[in-house]
């Protein structure tokens, strides 16, 4: 069993910045791929990225290529999302995830989640 607590979220202007955590807890983190995902209003739950275990490699959905940056601190359980450039369509709850397996970007492929946290960017 993994627990997971995300933080960071908030109101940012249009091309503004934003990081988010998820701090683990109740196993071992470095066995877990972790993923973030995101849900607006009215629109189903979307992959945004993912980071392997080990922290080497990551997946990406194309939208948020070369402004999101996924990333994990084994030692601190931790893993993150910087979130930069945002823009009207990044705005969402953002979920932070956790499986045994790499490469997925459905979230059925996952089996625990955290609460989530609110991103919303004005314009």
């Known amino acids: 069993q993994v627990q997971l607590v995300e933080s960071g979220g908030g109101l940012v202007q249009a091309g503004g910045s934003l990081k988010l955590s998820c701090a683990a807890s109740g196993s071992t983190f470095s066995r877990y791929t972790m993923a973030w995902f995101r849900q607006a209003p009215g629109k189903e739950r979307e992959f945004v990225a993912a980071?392997?275990?080990?922290?080497?490699?990551?997946l990406y959905t194309d939208s948020v290529k070369g402004r999101f940056t996924i990333s994990r601190d084994n030692a601190k359980n931790t893993v993150y999302l910087q979130m930069n450039s945002l823009n009207s369509e990044d705005a969402a709850v953002y979920y932070c995830s956790a499986d045994i397996r790499y490469g997925g970007r459905r979230p059925d492929e996952y089996d625990y989640w955290g609460q989530g946290t609110q991103v919303t960017v004005s314009s």
């Open positions: 980071i392997s275990q080990n922290g080497v490699t990551s």
